[in-house]
C-alpha cells in the first residue's frame, strides 16, 4: 500500500508555539475515499468537501499526525496546493484540456495540454500575527492573522460572509484585543479593502491563470484553471467506472471489498486491465477484436 508522498506548503500551519511546519506526507486516494465522496449528500458545500477530503489524505504535517481540526486552520493557498498534488498522484500530473479561441472570427478548437507541475505556487511561510498601519488621524494599527478554511466554512454561512471573516481574523485593533466582529464593524469600508488586500497579499497562492496561444490565429488568451474544481470534477466523472471495476475485481478475484477499496486508483485500473486481458484472451478474441470491441 503507498505509504504517501513529501510536499511542502507554500504557507504552512501553526503549532501550538506559534511555529510554521510546512512539510506534509499526502497519499494518493483509494477506492474507500471515491466510495464516501459519492456518497455525500449532494448540498455539500465544496469547502466541507475539501476539509474532509485533505483530512483523510494528509497523513502528516511536521511531526505531528494530521486531525481535521488541524486541516481546518490551513489557509485557503494551502488547501489549493494539497488539491493539486492530490489531483497530480490520483490521475497523473499531465492535465488536458480542449479550448475554443475567443477571436470572433476564429473560434477555433484547441488543446491545452500542461504539467501540474509547471502551475506556479507563490509560497510565504505562516505567522501567527500579521499588521496593516491604516493612515488617517489617528492612524490605526489592526492586527490579524490569516484565514482557514474552517473561517470559510463558517463565514459562508453567515449573513454577511465578508464581514463574517474579517471578524474572525482581526485579532486586535490599535494594541486592544478584540474579541467578535465590533472592531471590523468600527472600521470604515477603505479600510476593511484595505484589510482584504493585506490578507491576499500575506496568504500563499496557486495561480489560476494560464496563458494560452491559439495554434490557427496566434492570438494569445489567458484561460483560468481551478484545479479543485477539476479534481472534483474528474472524480464525480468517473464514477461509473469505478463501480464497474469495484464488480469486476470482486466478481472474479473474490476479494473482499475492503480490500478492494484499499487500492489507490492506479493499481484498481492496473488490476481491471490483467483481468480483461485475461477475459479477452479466454473468449479467444484477437487483438484487433479487443480493440473494435472495446
Ligand atoms: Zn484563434
Known sequence: MSSGVLCTLPGGWLDRRGGCQREVVLRPLRGGDEEWLYSLPPQTSQVSVL?????????????????????????????DFLVLRLHGLTFGERVERVLVCPDAACGAKMDLDFELGQVPVEERPRRPRYTLRLEGSPARE????????????????AEDPERA???????????KATPGGDAVDAL???????????MEQASPRVEDTLEA??????????????????FLASLYSQRHEFDRAVHLLSFHYHWPLGEILGLTRERR????????????V???LSARERAEAS
Do not use: N, Q, W
Open 51 to 79: 476539509t474532509m477530503l485533505l483530512a483523510r489524505c494528509v497523513k502528516r504535517i511536521g511531526p505531528y499526525r494530521a486531525s481535521r481540526a488541524m486541516i481546518r486552520t490551513l489557509s485557503m493557498g494551502d488547501c
Open 142 to 157: 489592526v492586527g490579524f492573522r490569516l484565514p482557514g478554511l474552517g473561517d470559510v466554512e463558517a463565514a459562508s454561512r
Open 165 to 175: 471573516l474579517l471578524a474572525r481574523c482581526v485579532l486586535d485593533l490599535d494594541g
Open 188 to 198: 470604515p469600508d477603505a479600510a476593511r479593502e484595505a484589510l482584504d488586500a493585506a
Open 213 to 230: 496561444r491559439c495554434p490557427e490565429c496566434g492570438r494569445e488568451f489567458p484561460t483560468t484553471f481551478d484545479a479543485t474544481a477539476s
Open 269 to 280: 485500473r492496473h488490476y481491471v486491465r490483467l483481468l480483461r486481458d485475461a477475459l479477452d
Open 282 to 284: 479466454g473468449s479467444g
